[in-house]
Every structure is written in structure tokens, then in C-alpha cells.
């Protein structure tokens, strides 16, 4: 397998590995400059020449893929007789730097309503480096030539043709995913709040909507969905950069987004996610909202 297709790999997977790559050589070296080895947690692909220098760099990868929020790093191999690595000697004479590139796991964000305002957000979303889930039940709203703006991405699209129940989605989304509510529909975006609230694993939920909308969401996820008011608190509402006050789709879609990216930094460094969504249980007896989804 191509070192290409092992960092497809593990971004299919969403498994953080390392991608390895002899950068300088100096005299006789088991590889010449540019072969490439990719680290996973349990597999490699490729090699840099085997040896201590593969076993080292091998061991530390595996020691950045645990680290949060890691930088390059450089690695140097003096390769004679007369330095012993940790795994055995290799005298081929030469010298050997390697470079060390951590792949992360990246973001995964999922956005239920894909109107004006979430086709705006959309196409922010799709220049960055992240798995962006697009959810609609409106067949028209993910047609393909709708979502040709999209057709240069950097991010992952992943479109869900939700035809009858949207919220289903939520649980094929990847661990750690933040979700973004805001359909054109209330009792589906009740739903999705309340189905959110019942998902183990989901990073930030958010809503758009007033602040009277809110309230009543509020008092039935409460009083008809049993959750507690910690679970309830995980849901922000209004979402966006507070003091942007614009209602045009593209405004509004430009201050979720940066309200977004804050939350990605505040995250990273984090052990991980899902351990902190943990810190709000589910209320276990508790039961989907009634009649939300009357249509």
C-alpha cells in the first residue's frame, strides 16, 4: 500500500497516526531522502529503511498519536559503529535526519438543515480540514447541483438523505462530532434536541432560533423529555459570535463558524470529547418528547 493510500486509511478510520519521512542523508543510509513510513496505533505502512532508525522513530510516532495537539519534529541518526541505538547498532557509515509529522484526528461537524443559512455555513465549514456531515429532509436541498459550491472542498463531505427521521443520523456520526441544529422545521429541530441529548459521544450541540423559541424547547425537554437541567445546558443557544447581530444568511453563518473554530480551540489539549460530554449523564427513564414529530 502507497503511503497515500495509509493516510487515507486512517482519515477513513478517523485514527490518528504519523506520517515519517527521511529528510536529509548524509553519506550511506539504509533509504535515500523522501522514502516514507506511516505509523498507526497497531500497523505501519511502508519504510524508512528498517533497523533502529525504523524501531526509534516507530516508538516515538506512537508517542506523539497519544499527545495532544503535537507539532512536527525532527529526528537525527548518526549511523556507525560507535553509537548504540535502543534496538541494536547500524554502521552504514552515513547520516539520517527524519521527519515526524503527526496526523491527527480531525473534527467532525454535522449541520441538520441545509436552507440558506446552512448551505452559508456549508461552504465556510468546507475550507477547513475537517469531516463535515450535511443532513437535510428535503431531497432538494442536497441536490447535487446545489451542493456544487462544495465541489472544491478540503474538508470530508458526507451528505445523509434523510427522508423521515433525521435525528436516526446522530448515531452514525463519529465519536467527538459537533452538532448544529437548525432545520426548517421546529418540531424536527425539538427532536434533534431531544434525540442529542439521549447520544453518548457528541461534542458541542447547537441551535439557532429565539430566545422565546428556546424557552419552550427548554421547559419540554424538561418537563416531557425527563432530561436534567445539566444535560439541558449542554445545548447553546443562540449560536454565533455574540455582538453580530446581522440576519443575512451568509452573516449569521460566518458568526456560527468562527463561534465554532473558538470551540475546536478550547477543545484542543483536551484528553478527548466524548470524555468530557461524560460530566452530563442522560436521564435513563427518560422518553422521546411527545408529538415532536407531528408534522
Excluded: Y
Amino acid at each position: 500500500m502507497s503511503w497515500v493510500a495509509a493516510v487515507a486509511r486512517l482519515r477513513a478510520r478517523r485514527e490518528p497516526g504519523v506520517l515519517v519521512t527521511v529528510a536529509t542523508v548524509r553519506g550511506h543510509a539504509p533509504r535515500r531522502a523522501g522514502a516514507k513510513l506511516v505509523v498507526g496505533r497497531t500497523a505501519t505502512w511502508g519504510s524508512i529503511g528498517g533497523g533502529n532508525i525504523e524501531a526509534v522513530a516507530i516508538g516515538r510516532a506512537r508517542e506523539l498519536t497519544g499527545a495532544a495537539d503535537t507539532e512536527p519534529e525532527l529526528m537525527e541518526f548518526a549511523l556507525n559503529d560507535k553509537v548504540t541505538g535502543p534496538h541494536g547498532v547500524q554502521c552504514c557509515g552515513g547520516a539520517v535526519t527524519v521527519l515526524l509529522e503527526p496526523l491527527p484526528v480531525v473534527e467532525a461537524v454535522a449541520v441538520f438543515g441545509v436552507g440558506h443559512v446552512g448551505l452559508e455555513l456549508a461552504r465556510i465549514l468546507a475550507r477547513q480540514d475537517l469531516d463535515l456531515h450535511l443532513i437535510d429532509t428535503r431531497p432538494e436541498m442536497l441536490a447535487d447541483e446545489r451542493l456544487g459550491v462544495l465541489a472544491d472542498a478540503v474538508a470530508q463531505v458526507h451528505v445523509h438523505r434523510a427522508l423521515l427521521l433525521p435525528e436516526e443520523v446522530l448515531a452514525e456520526l463519529p465519536p467527538g462530532a459537533h452538532v448544529l441544529i437548525m432545520t426548517h422545521d421546529h418540531a424536527e429541530d425539538a427532536a434533534l434536541c431531544d434525540a442529542a441529548l439521549r447520544t453518548d459521544g457528541l461534542g458541542s450541540i447547537g441551535l439557532i432560533g429565539s430566545s422565546a423559541k428556546w424557552s419552550r424547547f427548554r421547559r419540554r425537554l424538561a418537563t416531557e423529555g425527563g432530561h436534567a437541567p445539566a444535560a439541558i445546558d449542554r445545548i447553546k443557544t443562540p449560536i454565533g459570535i455574540s455582538g453580530i447581530t446581522g440576519k443575512e444568511p451568509a452573516t449569521i453563518a460566518v458568526s456560527v463558524a468562527a463561534d465554532l473554530l473558538r470551540t475546536f480551540e478550547q477543545d484542543r489539549g483536551r484528553a478527548s470529547v466524548p470524555e468530557a460530554v461524560t460530566a452530563f449523564p442522560h436521564a435513563p427513564a427518560a422518553e422521546p418528547l411527545a408529538g415532536s414529530r407531528s408534522r
